[in-house]
T-cell receptor, first 114, second 114 residues
């Protein structure tokens, strides 16, 4: 049972374009939503995260949009660069404190072409 | 790499043999986690620990056991490896000193069970 559904599975974007990855969740008790970035042969690394009390969070070229009523959140990468080519995972947990158990989406493989 | 190492990095073993994977963190953080990563499933939590000798099950714990006798080390054991346990295993830690509590991942261990 996939509690966090992620789409698309793969994405090809031209350099300078906008990459958009979507996630939907089922458990309304989730209250912490991080995005992780993973390069080949490496472990995932936190990219950006949001709590449900805000509808948007922006850090540089990366923005999370959050729609609590629709139980959806998305990652937008503005001005996408070849260096952004990686696998992106959305995740959710019931609380963001110590020992929080993350439920991950299935991942999106992003390729940014020149 | 975020002060966390995993060993071995690659292992090939045969069905029915016991396997132990080691995770070591250098800063004595309280919380540690073991995940497995499989195509189409993202990362799934196997076990986690909230202190020395304090562990709990995650989403996919069947066939796995863990031990934490020292703060810095978290061991994952496959008592009798099966082909379905072929996967990439990631360890993570979190500091537990803030909320949200970011998880920092190790480089992973690729395990093949023949």
């Amino acid at each position: 049972q996939q509690q966090v559904k992620q789409s698309p599975q793969s994405l090809i974007v031209q350099k300078g374009g906008i990459s958009i990855i979507n996630c939907a969740y089922e458990n309304t008790a989730f209250d912490y939503f991080p995005w992780y970035q993973q390069f080949p042969g490496k472990g995932p690394a936190l990219l950006i995260a949001i709590r449900p009390d805000v509808s948007e969070k922006k850090e540089g070229r990366f923005t999370i949009s959050f729609n609590k009523s629709a139980k959806q959140f998305s990652l937008h990468i503005m001005d996408s660069q070849p260096g952004d080519s990686a696998t992106y995972f959305c995740a959710a947990s019931i609380h963001g404190g110590g020992g929080n158990k993350l439920t991950f989406g299935t991942g999106t493989q992003l390729k940014v072409e020149l | 790499d975020a002060g966390i190492t995993q060993s071995p990095r690659h292992k090939v073993t045969e069905t029915g043999t016991p396997v132990t994977l080691r995770c070591h963190q250098t800063e004595n953080h309280r919380y540690m986690y073991w995940y497995r990563q499989d195509p189409g499933h993202g990362l799934r939590l196997i076990h986690y620990s909230y202190g020395v000798k304090d562990t709990d099950k995650g989403e996919v714990s069947d066939g796995y056991s863990v031990s934490r006798s020292k703060t810095e080390d978290f061991l994952l054991t496959l008592e009798s490896a099966t082909s379905s346990q072929t996967s990439v295993y990631f360890c993570a830690y979190s500091k537990g000193t803030s909320s949200p509590d970011t998880q920092y991942f190790g480089p992973g261990t690729r395990l093949t069970v023949l």
